[in-house]
């Protein structure tokens, strides 16, 4: 068999990079490192079904509320708290575009996994100071990274900065970045979509859906190949049996879409007729490797007044999953009804 010359030259390349790997030596730090970022993350429940890795890319998708930035926080505290308290030891970048997360929240929830794995009051509750190790809060809370953005070219420029940000925590630290949180990556999606309509003629204020969501894509491409980290964004959900595309169609029903979305936000879930709707561009769902979706179920108590908590399906949508988890929501987080 005869190869060409491009066959030849992949053939030389491909065994100049074996032989330099085996011909090269590794640390155990360096090996240790590797393994970590190929080996799949033990993210707590609910999430723990389908084995994660970083370059994975979660979709959370459901209602508001279905306790989709809850489960970021569950998994956020799991990734931050360290190694000997069941922790991943990692840093975690939360980025927020509907100005919604509650950092008391996260707090609370935080404080109640340390005081579950330190039942014992500390010397400092004795002396009037908190009842749980509030060393441990600190470190905890130092490796939580916060972002909040307000618009689409403010979520454009975060990202186009976020390696140099990356790297000077990786040093303040000593740890790497393993978790890219987006919260509600579609909170942007309707200003952007009215913008083609009101200014059509002004391309310095034009912010096209497809071109925003390459931007989007592309960049977080971009950093992922710098700092392989596991990214998952939630998204709220609309109602309806199709979605247009056509751009005569989107122009008629961008604003009926809208206030269906935000309709839905406010209807009692237990009267919503639920079927899951498509409107990110192709763009982004292309790009997501695993889907879930959470909703309300009318086989199963939306809310309990007495047991202070909330009913949740949790459905694998990517992979597809046959059966439906049940998950309870509490004040203490997110829980498997087994």
Request: aromatic share 10%; hydrophobic share 40%.
């Amino acid at each position: 068999m005869i190869l060409s010359e491009g066959m030849k030259e992949m053939k030389n390349s491909v065994r100049e990079e074996v032989l330099s790997w085996i011909s090269s030596d590794e640390t155990a730090a360096d090996m240790l490192s590797r393994v970590s970022t190929i080996r799949p993350f033990s993210l707590p429940p609910p999430l723990h079904k389908v084995p994660l890795r970083v370059g994975n890319v979660l979709e959370i998708v459901g209602p508001s509320p279905s306790a989709k930035t809850l489960i970021l926080i569950q998994v956020a505290i799991n990734c931050i708290l360290p190694k000997h308290y069941g922790g991943l030891d990692h840093l975690v970048l939360f980025i927020d575009l509907d100005s919604r997360f509650a950092i008391m929240r996260f707090s609370q929830i935080l404080i109640h996994r340390i005081r579950v794995m330190h039942p014992q009051p500390t010397l400092e509750s004795h002396n009037g100071g908190p009842d749980y190790d509030h060393t441990l809060y600190n470190l905890c809370m130092s490796r939580f990274l916060y972002l909040r953005c307000s618009n689409s070219l403010e979520f454009l420029q975060t990202l186009k900065t976020l390696n140099q940000r990356l790297e000077k925590e990786k040093e303040v630290h000593g740890l790497s970045v393993h978790m890219l949180m987006i919260d509600s990556i579609g909170a942007f999606h309707w200003v952007d979509r009215a913008s083609m309509f009101l200014s059509p003629r002004d391309n310095n204020r034009k912010l096209f859906l497809q071109s925003v969501s390459e931007a989007v894509v592309k960049d977080i491409k971009k950093l992922l190949q710098v700092h392989p980290m596991l990214v998952i964004a939630t998204k709220s959900v609309i109602y309806g049996d199709r979605y247009f595309t056509g751009s005569n169609e989107v122009k008629g029903n961008f604003i009926k879409d809208y206030c269906e979305e935000r309709f839905s936000r406010n209807v009692p879930r237990s009267h919503q007729h639920f079927q899951y709707r498509e409107y990110m561009p192709s763009v982004w769902q292309s790009f997501v490797t695993h889907r879930i979706l959470v909703h309300s179920s009318d086989n199963h108590p939306v809310a309990s007044n007495s047991q202070n908590s909330s009913f949740y399906l949790l459905e694998w949508l990517l992979p597809r999953s046959s059966f439906p988890e049940k998950i309870i929501v509490k004040d203490a987080g997110v829980f498997v009804d087994s």
